[in-house]
């Protein structure tokens, strides 16, 4: 099964600054996910996204946040103004078929 | 609310040992149930459980889904130290969206 490719593997940023993460699934599948984990804890739900709109998002999820899928292949989260709290391993995740999720191998976002 | 909660939150055993994990849940709109093992990074797909009473099974681990009392058990049977890792439950819904629950950390000493 192809894998989803999400870039960077690691991005350091400020405090307040904005960050923009990468998720290159294959193309043709319409459902796509965030999901985000902080250090030690449990993988939480940020936003589905389905047929090039959102169609459900978390309490997380909130202004600071958006999804966008600009070219029709890449598939970005985007966080305007970075907050410590932000700090955590964010996967993108694609719907398969027969067996759940496929989870890219994640961007580690270290906000100082 | 909906609930997943996992059961324990962390076990150690010796190579060999036989290990169940439990996750009970309380969501609605519940479609299936599945299983995944992270190790370093991201989680990676075990099991999808969506009848009751049917096992699935791969190799050394296997799984099953009791519906009416809502909750999953996932073997582990002759366990390698390869097998340390956290296990996450995660119910589906029907709208194809997942939660997950806390995780089992399992440690599997030689």
């Known amino acids: 099964e192809p894998e989803v490719t999400q870039t960077p593997s690691h991005q350091v940023t400020q405090m307040g600054q904005e960050v923009i993460l990468r998720c290159v699934p294959i193309?043709?599948?319409?459902?796509f996910y965030w999901y985000r984990q902080i250090l030690g804890q449990k993988v939480e739900f940020l936003v589905s996204?389905?047929?090039?709109?959102?169609?459900?998002k978390s309490e997380i999820f909130d202004d600071q946040f958006s999804v966008e899928r600009p070219d029709g292949s890449n598939f970005t989260l985007k966080i305007r103004s970075t907050k410590l709290e932000d700090s955590a391993m964010y996967f993108c995740?694609?719907?398969?078929?027969?067996?759940?999720?496929?989870f890219g191998s994640g961007t580690r976002l270290t906000v100082v | 609310e909906d609930k997943v909660v996992q059961s324990p939150l962390s076990l150690v055993v010796h190579e060999g040992d036989t290990v169940t994990l439990n996750c009970s849940y309380e969501?609605?709109?519940?479609?299936?149930l599945l299983w995944y093992k992270q190790e370093k990074k991201a989680p990676t797909f075990l099991f999808m459980l969506?009848?009751?009473?049917i096992e699935k099974k791969s190799g050394r681990l296997s799984s099953i889904l009791d519906k009416k009392e809502l909750f999953s058990i996932l073997n582990i049977t002759a366990t390698q130290t390869g097998d340390s890792a956290v296990y996450l439950c995660?119910?589906?819904?029907?709208?194809?969206?997942?939660?997950f629950g806390a995780g089992t950390r399992l440690t599997v000493k030689p």
């Open positions: 995740a694609r719907q398969a078929p027969n067996y759940g999720y496929t």
């Open positions: 969506t009848s009751s009473g």
């Open positions: 996204f389905y047929n090039n709109e959102i169609s459900e």
């Open positions: 995660a119910p589906r819904y029907n709208n194809n969206d997942m939660r």
């Open positions: 193309s043709n599948h319409l459902y």
């Open positions: 969501v609605t709109n519940f479609r299936s």
